[in-house]
């Protein structure tokens, strides 16, 4: 069964820690074989393995790792007599692995005067940068720590490259690149928000030519444009990256807070990811 690796996906994509937890060995009579997994989180539970005290067992180990930040693997061993509440008269070790779920990651198309801005700003949070754009001499000499730059001829290409649960931002200098990349960007439905800056005019007239591109109301509800907390700011690129990055804190915080069983948060027309 494979339903470990849907749920791990599902959590990674929503940021959301678990510890995954492996029958590393099986001897004599026990409920599950080597090799059975399980993903446990703090109030769910993902598979099995085999149920009873022993489960129940795993569960609050799993948990006490959940509360320890610091936490790393752990090989346990379990005899399985009276003293566990199970008699089959075998014995399991079970490997529990803490899995931390990623840092808040964007990726942000564009190396103009805001991309610029807002890479400066984002630079400043707890978050990885992947920042792109066909043109070298435009980035600048130095960059933050958590910014990684992409000099890309095919920036379109870079779309399948990036990680599941990111927010993608679109602010080329190219109108044609920006359609390009906002269609592949639809394509994919694990990212956490597709933002385009500009306009309402230039959202209608995206909205026009992505339908002709086959994306139906759902896929283009998934856009947001014009980016920004609506009258957070003006029009000069530090008032516009500071909008713009206020908004991905908003929609970090909406990921975290949804259900897992939920799809990928849809977006509004304009002002707010959600």
Not at 3 to 22: C, F, G, M, Q
Request: with cysteine.
């Amino acid at each position: 069964m494979s339903d470990w690796i849907e749920a791990l996906a599902r959590l990674k994509a929503r940021r959301e820690a678990a510890v995954l937890v492996t029958v590393v060995t099986a001897t004599g009579s026990t409920p599950r074989d080597a090799g059975c997994k399980m993903v446990v989180t703090l109030d769910r539970l993902h598979g099995t393995i085999g149920g009873g005290h022993l489960e129940f067992r795993a569960l609050e180990i799993a948990r006490a790792l959940l509360a320890d930040p610091a936490a790393g693997p752990t090989l346990r061993e379990f005899p399985l007599g009276p003293a566990l509440g199970q008699c089959c008269g075998g014995a399991a070790s079970l490997l529990f692995e803490p899995i931390l779920p990623p840092g808040l990651e964007i990726a942000l198309f564009g190396a103009g005067h805001v991309g610029r801005a807002l890479a400066h700003v984002l630079g400043t949070l707890p978050a990885r940068v992947i920042w792109i754009d066909p043109r070298s001499d435009e980035f600048p000499a130095t960059v933050p720590s958590n910014v990684e730059v992409r000099v890309s001829g095919l920036p379109v290409h870079e779309i399948d490259t990036l990680p599941g649960g990111c927010q993608v931002l679109v602010m080329t200098h190219s109108h044609q690149l920006d359609l390009d990349l906002v269609d592949a960007a639809l394509r994919r439905v694990d990212f956490a928000a597709v933002g385009l800056i500009g306009s309402l005019t230039k959202r209608a007239r995206f909205v026009k030519r992505l339908g002709l591109r086959g994306h139906g109301p759902d896929a283009i509800r998934r856009l947001v444009c014009p980016i920004g907390i609506a009258g957070a700011g003006g029009k000069h690129p530090a008032e516009i990256a500071i909008a713009v990055a206020a908004q991905i804190l908003q929609i970090d915080q909406s990921v975290r807070v949804k259900p897992i069983e939920t799809d990928a948060p849809a977006a509004s027309k304009g002002g707010i990811f959600s």
